[in-house]
């Protein structure tokens, strides 16, 4: 059943198949927020290593106005992750059902503000930074670390640098020649075949995400968020209106 198949991506029992799904849903949504946000506001939500990288160059640039903003995006992105760590932490103290259910309501919530309200949250800025901007670098701290915590630090949706090394990491031991059956088995070199399927996956989602987020904002506009915000709302849910086994 559909109510069985989206409780069981947040149940607190993991599996890989939940990991793995769960991660490329998100995937999916992180790319399309990426994507999309970025044709909305100029400027992509969930790299913060460029975030620093322009920081450092405008601190010798000496425009603190331009290494302000850049610090607050990955102030707002470390505060959604925080965010996500108080969330999740509180849940398993106090309770063993929908330990999940909390940031993924909070991003829904903060979607559904953007979708409606983006292009007025965006006439208002604090240290030159669009409030759409720092709200957006919350959401996807937000749910890099909700996926962080579900697969054990197994999987990341909002950034794919990791994910393209690995995937090159993987692809060199794979076609690496092994010359002689009869090596020592620590010179060995064999090919994590489903790490590498896995980040494939993560990589495509990000990226098809990234596609319909971008024909979305450039078409319909900010409103291209509220179904993604919908679909968080059910997968919430879903173990609450799960039949008892």
């Known amino acids: 059943m559909p109510i069985n198949y989206l409780a069981s991506l947040t149940a607190p029992e ?3 198949r939940a990991n793995l799904h769960l991660g490329v849903s998100l995937a999916f949504v992180a790319g399309a927020l990426n994507a999309g946000g970025f044709l909305a506001i100029g400027q992509y939500t969930s790299h913060m290593t460029g975030m620093l990288s322009t920081a450092a160059d405008f601190f010798v640039l000496g425009n603190l106005e331009v ?11 470390a505060g959604g992750a925080a965010s996500t760590a108080i969330m999740v932490n509180y ?14 309501l ?14 007025n949250l965006q006439m208002h800025e604090f240290i030159n930074l669009s409030l759409t901007a720092v709200l957006l670098c919350y959401v996807m701290g937000l749910q890099n670390a909700l996926v962080t915590k579900i697969s054990n630090a197994e999987i990341r ?3 794919v640098t990791g994910l393209v090394t690995d995937i090159g990491i993987e692809l060199g031991k794979l076609f690496y020649w092994n ?14 075949r489903t790490k590498l399927r896995v980040h494939l996956m993560l990589v495509t989602s990000f990226f098809c995400g ?8 450039k078409h319909i506009g900010f409103a291209t968020t509220i179904p993604l915000a919908i679909g968080l709302v059910l997968m919430s849910f879903a173990s609450m209106f799960k039949p008892n086994d």
């Open 157 to 159: 949706t909002t950034h």
């Open 106 to 119: 909070v991003e829904a919530v903060l979607l559904l503000v953007f979708g409606l309200m983006g292009a």
């Open 67 to 77: 290494v302000g903003t850049a610090f607050l995006s990955v102030l707002s992105f």
């Open 179 to 192: 010359r002689h059956d009869s090596d020592a088995r620590e010179f060995y070199v064999l090919a994590n």
């Open 14 to 16: 993991r599996s890989a």
């Open 91 to 104: 849940s398993k103290r106090n309770t063993d059902r929908n330990i999940y259910m909390p940031p993924l």
């Open 210 to 217: 990234g596609v319909v987020g971008a024909m979305g904002f």
